[in-house]
């Protein structure tokens, strides 16, 4: 038990009731970590625990890296949120003329563009995010530019992809840099095979009428500015604060 925070028996409770593996649970108060403990197992047939320090993807919780990743660039006077992407990229271009000349980083990141799912494209291993780039060109959006906000990992992937070509290097670099060493995050990365190598990495399930089922790590690097961050619970509890702060480390 975390100091009376959680008990173990709730834990372990919701992990009968929906046939979970496992899960981490932290909680941080006042600067201090109150609660990191890991429960059931990272890999089922193996019977190996999660720990404090399993890694695991966390999916679209990567696009708040991105996002603050942004906002630094910003502040360092390296990008403008705010400046056409099309000023700065001149091969920037996407279906709507409109769209393509008045486009910013930050309508990217607020998920205004037009532009809906198309989730098919960022899945496939054998483009690069400089493939997709030149595909938006050709990509219809099904509401007007600024209309609605509509969730698209595209779009954040191509966000980061802005990064990318600003600055020269990769948005992969660029997070390690700009917050995983900064914020201490040690043992996260931006890679599936990266968190492979790791002698504490968690196994997929996917659930079924039977229980968990094993699949595959799904790797999403070609999209890694919307959901390719691998971490643990230790290193998430850092984020936390690390937001809780304010951004400063």
């Given at each position: ?38 429960y059931g197992y990272r890999d089922l047939e193996s019977r190996l625990p999660i720990t404090e320090n ?196």
């Amino acid at each position: 038990m975390g100091k009376g925070i959680i008990s173990d028996e709730l834990v372990l409770k919701q992990l009968e009731q929906y046939r979970f593996p496992g899960m981490g649970v932290g909680v941080i108060k006042d600067g201090e970590v109150l609660l990191c403990k890991g429960y059931g197992y990272r890999d089922l047939e193996s019977r190996l625990p999660i720990t404090e320090n399993t890694q695991w993807g966390i999916a679209s919780c990567s696009k708040a890296f991105t996002a603050t990743l942004a906002g630094i660039l910003s502040d360092e006077g390296v990008i403008d949120l705010d400046r056409p992407i099309k000023e700065y990229l001149p091969d920037f271009r996407m279906y709507d003329s409109f769209a393509s000349a008045q486009c910013t980083l930050r309508d990217m990141l607020c998920h205004r563009t037009g532009l809906g799912g198309y989730d098919a494209l960022w899945c496939d291993e054998g483009l690069t995010r400089e493939d997709l780039w030149k595909r938006l060109r050709y990509l219809k959006p099904n509401m007007p530019f600024r209309s609605v906000p509509q969730y698209s990992n595209l779009i954040y992937a191509m966000a980061g992809h802005v990064m990318e070509k600003v600055t020269g290097r990769t948005w992969d670099d660029l997070i390690k840099e700009k917050l995983f060493e900064p914020i201490g995050m040690t043992n996260s990365n931006t890679s599936v095979d990266d968190m492979l190598k790791s002698p504490d990495f968690a196994t997929p399930y996917w659930q079924s009428e039977k229980g968990p089922v094993r699949i595959k790590n799904w790797n999403v690097d070609l999209g890694g500015p919307a959901a390719s961050v691998n971490s643990t619970l230790s290193d998430m509890l850092k984020w936390l604060q690390f937001n809780i702060d304010g951004g400063v480390t």
